[in-house]
């Protein structure tokens, strides 16, 4: 559907209207949206009763992040020849999921068009402060809060005077003094203006005022002849800026530590073409990988056969067998935390078929079943390159406590983690888990029972739990 035109509506209209959405955390666009499928669905609430209770109840902050939970942000494209890269911009920004939205001021106009910046952005473009559509709910004010970050790029000797002095005369420098979200500028101009007492004068109370800048740089001007300090940062520049004030570098408590992790199942061949497994999809193991990485540390990650591509960053080694899964242990070690999150199949045949085997009259061919070797038991057990934090899960169907207790005893491990991966709890394959952490604590055995999470949620909090620990004893 096309966006709506919305015109000539009475006073209350309006103001149910403004209430309603600010209440939702939407647009008014969006809320008449929902309004006419609710009268669809018969289910619409009377104007008049609803403007009362809306009014007095206190607006939430807006939606800043897409649908998708990507971050926003409000670019404001300023007059200059280097508004050409801002269509480069956007894209960069695009290439970092990154949503965008663009402002163009009336000078910014003449050298790039609301099109390409729409065609670019996937988003409508402004540029007027007295547009009918987007005003009429206040539109200034959504460009400059349902963002998480505004760019001003270029941001011209003219538009930096403006926000020093706090005019608001055009729809840039409104969204600018209405804004209470972090700004960064990308000033670009000709030398001898960046370098004039006004303008540094400007920029230094920008800054004084909280607002960021990466640039100018140096180089060849438009203007032949021209060189300087005072050519816009290039787009990638601008682009690595902004992702870096939306996604701060998170602390590394394990950098300088090796973390060695296990995923996914075995496989045991019973002949060329059948194999004994399970249905763990590796999942789990792959998210604790991740989020170790992402604590700094050195992962390896030893798997069996998934379908997950490899978290960046890690070293990560495929395997078929148990016996194979535990030769990469070894040859992994030493490490400072080994985490045996994989489902290794307890058993193989003893006697592997070369060839496929085929129904007999005598009925199925005997299978004589084997004990795989006990990965986590051996690595627990070592004398030496024994890993300082032992980690174990425990898989069960029933009696989950209980008999993880029984494996906690049995391994020799530090922590277990224990799941239940009934059928009727979706973990194996699924993308929620159910964990419940064991640790020794003397004598006694603590059960630290976590709520359901995302996998990914999960392996954030067993990784702070073991960047305090290790951080601790360390």
């Not at 104007?47 to 902050?61: D, K």
């Not at 070894?330 to 199949?345: K, Q, R």
């Not at 699924?430 to 952490?437: E, M, P, Q, S």
Request: contains cysteine.
């Amino acid at each position: 559907m096309a966006s709506l035109t919305i015109r000539k509506l009475d006073d209350t209209l309006k103001a149910y209207l403004r209430l309603r959405s600010a209440k939702n955390g939407r647009s008014v666009e969006e809320e008449v949206r929902v309004i006419l499928r609710e009268l669809s669905e018969g289910r619409a609430e009377p104007v008049e009763a609803s403007v009362p209770a809306l009014a007095a109840a206190p607006a939430p902050a807006p939606r800043a992040t897409g649908a998708a939970g990507e971050p926003r942000i409000t670019l404001i494209i300023g007059g200059g020849i280097a508004a050409y890269k801002a269509l480069d911009l956007i894209r960069r920004l695009k290439e970092r999921r990154i949503q965008v939205r663009c402002v163009l001021t009336k000078a910014a106009q003449q050298f790039v068009t609301p099109l390409a910046a729409s065609a670019l952005s996937h988003e409508r473009v402004y540029s007027d402060l007295f547009d009918a559509e987007s005003e009429f709910d206040a539109g200034h004010i959504r460009l400059a809060r349902e963002c998480d970050l505004i760019v001003v790029a270029p941001a011209t000797a003219d538009l930096m005077a403006k926000m020093a002095q706090g005019h608001a005369d055009d729809l840039a420098s409104a969204i600018l003094l209405a804004a209470n979200r972090p700004i960064l500028l990308a000033p670009a101009m000709n030398p001898l203006m960046w370098n004039n007492p006004a303008t540094r004068r400007n920029v230094l109370q920008l800054r004084r005022d909280g607002i960021h800048t990466v640039g100018p740089n140096a180089g060849e001007m438009a203007e032949a002849g021209e060189a300087g300090v005072g050519r816009m940062a290039e787009p990638t520049e601008i682009a690595a800026a902004a992702d870096h004030m939306l996604r701060p570098p998170q602390p590394r408590p394990l950098a300088g530590k090796r973390v060695l992790i296990t995923a996914g199942p075995t496989h045991e061949a019973i002949d060329p073409v059948r194999y004994i497994a399970n249905r763990s999809s590796g999942k789990q193991g792959f998210a604790i990988a991740a989020a170790a990485r992402a604590a700094g540390a050195d992962v390896v990650l030893v798997t069996g056969p998934v379908e997950l591509h490899d978290p960046p960053g890690v070293s990560v080694m495929r395997v078929e067998s148990a016996r194979d899964m535990l030769h990469r242990v070894e040859a992994a070690l030493p490490a400072d935390v080994a985490i045996f999150a994989a489902a290794v199949a307890d058993w193989r045949v003893a006697t592997e078929g070369t060839q496929k085997l085929k129904k007999t009259a005598a009925g199925m061919p005997p299978l004589q079943l084997v004990e795989n070797p006990d990965i986590l038991a051996t690595i627990s057990k070592l004398k030496d390159k024994r890993p300082p934090l032992v980690i174990g899960f425990a898989a069960e169907t029933e009696h989950l406590i209980e008999n993880a207790k029984a494996k906690f005893a049995r391994k020799g491990c530090d922590w277990i983690v224990a799941n239940d991966v009934s059928p009727a709890t979706g973990v194996m394959g699924g993308d929620r888990n159910t964990v419940h952490l064991l640790a020794r604590d003397g004598k006694e055995v603590t059960v630290d029972s976590w709520p359901v999470m995302t996998k990914e949620e999960v392996a954030a909090a067993l990784v702070s739990r073991i960047a305090r620990t290790v951080g601790a004893t360390s």
